[in-house]
């Protein structure tokens, strides 16, 4: 198993710019989640899922689109890139509600910078 | 509300001290979860532990140990015989019913073992 795959791992954007940052897990994980940490403010959620096709916003979700159109796969789409939006971003997928104690497997991470 | 406050921004040690990290969360569910994640500096997170609130039994895994105490909130993790590979950011984290499929994490607390 591969885990919990992310693509990019680096990505600059100029300010306006539009990109999407994949993730897909080989888990067939119902739960997928994305998080943004950046320095001294530790993880937090921006959108998540709890299957194909269902999808929720975290407590960070402004600026950012997501869908979930297979059990694999949840991509995350900046709709224009701000310099607030610099950060590093981790992918994660769970096999059941987190409110059931199960393990988050994060991704590598993508590291975003916009200038 | 839930809340996990790790107040150590940063601890400096030098190897073979003991390191003890403080976590304190905040929750109203009767049933959550407490995790800790370590960060190393290549970025992932690696995952250390999950305990529920029903099992305050101490644990010990090598050089790794916590103690979880739900009358003072706390499920501090401390490390014996500290090393140089265990510099990194370690993050504590809260799930529970509160927050749905989301892991509430603490700011971090990044320690530094020097030889």
């Known amino acids: 198993n591969a885990g919990v795959t992310q693509t990019p791992k680096f990505q600059v954007l100029k300010t306006g710019q539009s990109m999407t940052l994949q993730c897909a897990q080989d888990m067939n994980h119902e739960y997928m989640s994305w998080y943004r940490q950046d320095p001294g403010m530790g993880l937090r959620l921006i959108h998540y899922s709890v299957g194909a096709g269902i999808t929720d916003q975290g407590e960070v979700p402004n600026g950012y689109n997501v869908s979930r159109s297979t059990t694999e796969d949840f991509p995350l789409r900046l709709l224009s890139a701000a310099p607030s939006q610099t950060s590093v971003y981790f992918c994660?997928?769970?096999?059941?509600?987190?409110?059931?104690?199960?393990?988050?497997?994060f991704g590598p991470g993508t590291r975003l910078t916009v200038t | 509300a839930q809340k996990v406050t790790q107040a150590q921004t940063e601890i400096s040690v030098v190897e073979k001290e003991d390191v003890t990290l403080d976590c304190v969360y905040e929750t109203r569910d009767t049933t959550y979860y407490l995790f800790w994640y370590k960060q190393p500096p290549s970025g992932e997170l690696v995952f250390l532990i999950r305990?529920?609130?029903?099992?305050?039994q101490n644990e010990i895994s090598g050089r790794y140990s916590w103690n979880f105490q739900k009358s003072t909130s706390s499920f501090n993790f401390t490390i014996t015989a500290s090393q140089v590979v265990d510099s990194a950011v370690y993050f504590c984290a809260l799930g529970g019913w509160q927050a749905g499929t989301a892991l509430i994490f603490g700011k971090g607390t990044t320690l530094s073992v020097s030889s």
């Open positions: 994660a997928s769970s096999e059941g509600r987190l409110a059931g104690g199960y393990e988050q497997y």
């Open positions: 305990r529920n609130s029903f099992d305050e």
